[in-house]
Each structure stands twice: as C-alpha cells, then as structure tokens.
C-alpha cells in the first residue's frame, strides 16, 4: 500500500475539486459505461479481473448500475462499451484478455439486463480508447452518430478504468468536442464514485518482470486530475430532480 502521506501530499499538490450535479433532464444527458465488464471487475475472472473482491470496483459497479437503472427508467440514452478481443490480436502492454466468446468480455451479472433495454446502445472495442474503438471501417464513429442521434449535449462517464480506459475515452471525446466533430456535446463529466481502478502496489509489481506499480488509490486520484486537467468536469455526486420546465 501507498503510505498516507504519499497520497495526502500528491492530493496536496495535485488537487482535484469535485462538484456535485443534479440532473433534471433539461440538459440531454447520455451515461456512458466504460468496460464493466467480468474480465476486469469479476473476482477470478481473467489476467485484468481482481484476485479478490475488492471494495473500489465493488462501489463502481453498485453505482453505475444505480445510475443505469435510473437512466433507463427515464428513457434516457445509455451506452456502454464492452473491451473485447480477438484471441489472435494482442494489446500490449496488456496480458491477453477479455477474449470474444468469453464470459470475460460480457457484462458483469449486474448489469446483464442491460442487454434487453431499448434506449441502450452497445459497443464492443478491441482497443484501450472507446472513441477510437467506435470507428467504423467505412469512417463512420458509433459514439457520434449515438451523440447526434439522440441530440446529446452531455455525457456523464463511469467505469474501469478511471486512469486508463476512461481516461484515453475523456480526452478523445474532449479533444473531437473540440474540434466540432461531436455535435451537439458541450461536456464531458466524470463521476468519480462509479468509476474504479486496478491495484497493484510497488511491492508487488517489483516481483512481476516487466510489471508497473499501479497503486489503485493513487492512480484513481491521478486519472480524475488527468481528465479534469483536459477539460472534464469531475464530479463526486450525482442526483435526479423534476425538470424545470415541466
Ligand atoms: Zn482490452
């Protein structure tokens, strides 16, 4: 583990202020759920999934699927990426996982019903960013044409993992959003409380060949300020109240 001072100092001089959002549907809102899937949340899993339960990705899953019911009781557009791989094709640095055809690459059992909601869109991607992953081959992007589709004018972004595949998401949709490729999207907005991140501390990672130490409190902290510093906003609680308009 991460000596307390080491991360109260790093929150210190890497401070991330986090808001709170009430959403009243008067803003169209799209929750996106990055890979919450069994190869990286499930106890056992595979090579990326925890060795044991762990309490972080334990409250991103109950909170991402919180929101997503809510989301889907107010027939709200929802999409959710599902890292997923071709066998032959590897994704260095990682070891092989989420294999298609696997139970690694599906949905956690939480959020499963998912699959049967009509204002849910998948998408399966076989790479580390989504907006990237969501290119088709004929140049068309699945996560623009949802965001048009459906008059999107933000995004609230949860998942795993919060410095990796949330992240790389965050700064490409920011960066597209800023060069007017995302209509109508304004902004992206990370909930820190439904997303999550592996842990693996020095310690560990100085017996594995090739390993980076990845302490999961530190590098969840370090992913929210990265997305903050590139535009995102960050928030820490989430809450639902009647449209203004009505
Ligand atoms: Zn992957």
Redesign the pocket.
């Known amino acids: 583990m991460v000596s307390e001072t080491a991360i109260d100092l790093v929150k210190i001089e890497l401070p991330v202020d986090e808001d709170s959002m009430t959403l009243t549907g008067d803003v169209t809102i799209g929750l996106v759920l990055v ?1 919450i899937v069994n ?1 990286f949340c499930t106890v056992g899993a595979g090579h ?1 999934a925890p060795k044991v339960p762990d309490k972080q990705i334990s409250r991103m899953v109950d909170e991402s699927t919180q929101l997503a019911r809510t989301f889907c009781e107010k027939k709200w557009p929802v999409f959710a990426f599902l ?3 071709h066998p032959d094709v590897p ?1 260095p640095p ?1 070891p092989p ?2 294999i298609a055809g696997t139970d690694e690459a599906n949905l956690v059992p939480a959020l499963q019903w998912l699959e049967n909601e009509s204002n849910v869109t998948l998408r399966r ?4 960013d989504g907006f990237v992953g969501s290119f088709e081959k004929d140049g068309s992007n699945v996560f623009v044409d949802w965001v048009k589709k459906h008059q999107i004018e933000a995004v609230l972004v949860v998942g795993i993992c919060t410095d990796i ?1 949330v992240l790389d998401f965050v700064c490409s949709a920011l960066s597209a959003r800023n060069r007017g490729h995302v209509t109508p999207l304004r902004d992206v907005i990370v909930y820190s409380g439904a997303c999550a991140t592996f842990d693996l501390p020095v310690h560990v990672a100085r017996n594995i060949p090739g390993a980076l130490a990845h302490p999961q409190e530190l590098m969840q902290h370090v992913g929210l300020y990265m997305a903050k510093s590139r535009g995102a906003k960050v928030v820490s609680k989430v809450s639902f109240a009647a449209s203004k308009k009505a």
């Not at 991607?125 to 580390?128: A, P, Q, S, T, V």
């Open positions: 890979d190869g990326l890292d997923t791989h994704e990682y996982h989420c991607k076989d790479c580390i595949c």
